[in-house]
């Protein structure tokens, strides 16, 4: 049985050497001030707030949920 599993973690750190499996994270990647200006015309502008600063705050959140 010992054998047995020495050849299966073997054959596991292999694949992850070789590339097979990929423990890859994930980077955040954010939106740019450019980005979050081009919602301006579709977000209604009924409460006074600064939509990139809105759009942070929202991003933050998320970005701490998704960690």
């Known amino acids: 049985m010992t054998d047995f599993l020495l050849m299966v973690g073997g054959a596991l ?15 955040w990647q954010g939106l740019t ?14 409460l006074s ?9 929202i991003e933050t959140k998320l970005k701490d949920k998704n960690l």
Not at 33 to 46: A, M
Not at 49 to 57: G, R, S, T, V
């Open 33 to 46: 001030e450019e980005e979050i200006l081009k919602f301006q015309d579709i977000v209604p502008n009924t």
């Open 49 to 57: 707030y600064d939509l990139i600063e809105f759009a942070k705050a």
């Open 13 to 27: 750190f292999a694949m992850v050497i070789s590339g097979i499996i990929n423990y890859k994270k994930t980077i």
